[in-house]
């Protein structure tokens, strides 16, 4: 995330020396973190997707995305930043990245055909490219050579050792990461409400529970501290500790060694 801030705060200032999917990239993956939505319908947003909330305009809006595979329409609930905020924080609400993606899009709408209007992630291809130019919208191919240039890029190492050289290898970014990320970290704030964690992020319960909340060593660490500091004047043989590797496996647990 630290590395999209850094982006983020480039653009701002008008300082970002990149092209215009490099900088749509940074606001695709903001939102992706922040809401925990799958691709599809991040790359399917409408221009009109931000709505103002019914009951709390001044403070919330609704983002309103579409989920293909069940057909149906997700709203969102985000927190808008308000004015006098803006002008001492940094603005990174949700509400306030799609009004900036809204604006310095906004000038290619008149100029892609109709079935392109709608799109949310316009952009204007590089003329030395590929495809000779044009404008286009943001999609799964495209956003996977610029998000691997957006790794190269910050030099962002994730945590599998290469065996030839010993060292890091470059970090997957994808969405699943982040979403994987929001769900985990929302699970954290509720207290471990699997529920709300799975409303959030469009799922049943027991989806998210499957695919979303995998359990870390360090999650294992803070429980068996937590435990034994509870209960101090148990015998050695009484004393709670990790659960052994079959155990794990068996309740089909992914734990990062």
């Given at each position: 995330?630290?590395?999209?801030?850094t982006?983020?705060a480039l653009?701002?200032?008008?300082d970002?020396?990149?092209?215009?999917?490099?900088?749509?990239?940074v606001?695709?993956?903001l939102?992706?973190a922040?809401?925990?939505?799958n691709?599809?319908p991040?790359?399917?947003?409408?221009r009109?997707?931000?709505?103002p909330?019914?009951?709390?305009?001044?403070?919330?809006?609704?983002?309103i995305?579409?989920?293909?595979?069940?057909?149906?329409?997700?709203?969102?609930?985000l927190r808008r930043t308000?004015?006098?905020?803006?002008?001492?924080s940094?603005?990174?609400?949700?509400?306030?990245l799609?009004?900036?993606?809204?604006?310095?899009t906004s000038p290619?709408?008149?100029?892609?055909?109709a079935?392109?209007?709608?799109?949310?992630?316009?952009?204007?291809?590089?003329?030395?490219?590929?495809?000779?130019?044009?404008?286009?919208?943001?999609?799964?191919?495209?956003?996977?050579?610029?998000t691997?240039r957006?790794?190269?890029?910050?030099?962002?190492?994730?945590?599998?050792?290469?065996?030839?050289s010993?060292?890091?290898?470059?970090?997957q970014l994808?969405?699943m990461?982040l979403?994987?990320?929001?769900?985990?970290r929302?699970?954290?704030l509720t207290g471990?409400?699997?529920?709300?964690?799975?409303n959030?992020?469009?799922?049943?319960?027991?989806?998210?529970?499957?695919?979303?909340?995998?359990?870390?060593?360090r999650?294992?660490?803070?429980?068996?501290?937590?435990?034994?500091?509870?209960?101090?004047?148990f015998?050695?043989?009484?004393?709670?500790?990790?659960?052994?590797?079959?155990?794990?496996?068996?309740?089909?647990y992914?734990?990062?060694?």
């Amino acid at each position: 995330m630290s590395a999209l801030s850094t982006d983020l705060a480039l653009i701002r200032r008008g300082d970002f020396q990149g092209s215009q999917s490099e900088r749509l990239l940074v606001y695709i993956l903001l939102i992706a973190a922040k809401t925990g939505r799958n691709p599809t319908p991040l790359f399917e947003l409408r221009r009109d997707a931000l709505q103002p909330h019914p009951l709390k305009p001044d403070t919330h809006a609704l983002l309103i995305t579409y989920k293909r595979r069940g057909n149906n329409i997700a709203v969102q609930s985000l927190r808008r930043t308000r004015e006098i905020e803006s002008a001492v924080s940094v603005r990174t609400d949700i509400a306030t990245l799609f009004q900036e993606v809204l604006r310095f899009t906004s000038p290619l709408v008149n100029q892609v055909p109709a079935e392109l209007k709608d799109c949310l992630w316009l952009f204007e291809r590089d003329k030395r490219g590929k495809y000779g130019g044009g404008i286009t919208c943001l999609n799964c191919s495209n956003v996977h050579y610029v998000t691997g240039r957006f790794v190269v890029k910050h030099n962002l190492r994730g945590d599998d050792i290469d065996p030839a050289s010993g060292e890091e290898k470059p970090l997957q970014l994808t969405f699943m990461r982040l979403r994987k990320t929001f769900a985990s970290r929302l699970w954290h704030l509720t207290g471990g409400d699997v529920v709300r964690t799975a409303n959030a992020l469009g799922n049943q319960p027991q989806v998210t529970d499957a695919h979303y909340l995998a359990v870390t060593q360090r999650w294992f660490d803070v429980i068996v501290l937590s435990a034994n500091a509870l209960k101090p004047n148990f015998a050695e043989k009484r004393m709670i500790r990790p659960p052994s590797a079959s155990w794990r496996k068996r309740c089909k647990y992914r734990l990062k060694r």
